[in-house]
């Protein structure tokens, strides 16, 4: 029952971008960011429906690992699109009618909505609760499987600093992205109770490095 | 007649560090930063006159290349001392009588100081230049031989901003300092024309990333 983070960050520690505008909602920082990880083979098939295409180098190996395990997921209310959609009641997130998910998400907003169900499993739930509250409520829905934290930087560092997760995987995409929302700040000392390891994929150059207890 | 940069950052980009005191006169983070470089066998024979000690892996691979090809160095005031010593007209530097250099060093001050002169083919010239304008003296003393921007992190900035540096090497510790100087501050976009590769030190988890044109 591990809480995991998995975030793609730049050189220069950004894991959030600001870059988004209701006509190109993700920003061009997002795709660069995310570039290597959506041309893998897991992330091909799972949220693009591209059977044996994409990368099967390491990065894949990260991408595979990604969603192995997850018993229900926490993320943030700019994640699920709120900071944008939050006046629009249909609003249904940005993955369609197949979130890659799959599990109960937990989106952390003081705003009031019904939760969303979809059929291939995910649903949605609005939950005003502390880091520590809402992990209680994801881990019982679980199942004794792990909890990720997804995002966006913002919530993953406020569930760093409460000490609450085991294992955080950053995939450092070899950019410098100057703006956007840093994922390292006030995180002095955060090795400390971790076991640290790295290593790179050589074909996209981006360093994966993984703080685990 | 490269121009070369080779630093030692935390995880969080920062590569100067800003807990010194006139008693601690490197700080504490310094000593993190720059642990598994200080740990190689070149550091530790040509810094601290211990033969045959020392790592031989990823990092000592760096470490021996650091030195090698170089013909002249530029450095800031703050690394050479200025900040603290600069009201004594003794002051000779950090590195005692066997400054690790042994090639002429350019000291970037308006601060106007005689020439300094080492038996080991070290000397310490003060200039009050530009980053190009110095680079083309470094050059001249050089003698065809590569010229090293050797710090602080402003001092590198300023090098890769005005698009003089052909090799940044970085090697990125795997710890948080949460304090101190960025190198990446306003470098946006810096890895356009260069090729970026990456490789880890298994033992001490540094990852070494290399920016090459």
Known sequence: MAVRVDLNISLDGFATTTDQTPENPF???WGR???AYVATRTMQERVFGN???GTTGIDEKYAAAYFEGIGAEIMGAGMFGLHLHGDDPDWRGWWGEEPPFRC???VLTHAERPS???ANGTSFHFVAASPR???EQAQEAACKRDVRVGGGASVVR???LAGLVDRLHVAIAPILLGRG???WDDLRGLESGYEVTSETDDESGTVHLTFSR
């Open 181 to 183: 929302i840093r994922l």
């Open 51 to 53: 059977a044996d295409s």
């Open 33 to 35: 960011l995310t570039a």
């Open 133 to 135: 509250e809402a992990l």
């Open 27 to 29: 920003g061009e920082d």
């Open 116 to 118: 969303i169900e979809f």
């Open 104 to 106: 109960p998400v937990f």
């Open 158 to 160: 406020d569930f760093l």
